[in-house]
């Protein structure tokens, strides 16, 4: 394996999880048909894969309940809008 590749970021179905183990989307056009096509149809749901903005789902809550576990001591919680910019930032590798 050459070090210097850069690491693949996982293909995971946003509606059920399923992880793609082929060559990055491989399969998800059966997948979705198959499994998620009463939900949305492939041919409006893949551009939003695609995009990373297909809606996840959550298996803890969604993230208004999430942000009220996030209060600080003695102070406000954490608004929706924080937690997406410290998670972006997080992801980004910044502090």
């Known amino acids: 394996m050459n070090l210097m590749q850069t690491p693949t970021i996982p293909k995971i179905c946003p509606e059920c999880g399923h992880l793609f183990k082929g060559n990055g989307w491989d399969g998800i056009d059966a997948h979705w048909r198959a499994k998620h096509e009463r939900i ?6 893949w551009p ?4 990373g903005a297909y809606p996840r789902k959550s298996k803890t809550g969604s993230i208004s309940d999430f942000s009220g576990s996030l209060k600080k001591e003695d102070g ?3 608004t929706i ?15």
């Open 40 to 45: 949305m149809p492939y041919s409006e749901a």
């Open 48 to 51: 939003l894969i695609l995009a």
């Open 76 to 78: 406000p919680t954490f």
């Open 81 to 95: 809008e924080e937690i997406s910019e410290i998670t972006a930032r997080a992801w980004a590798g910044e502090r």
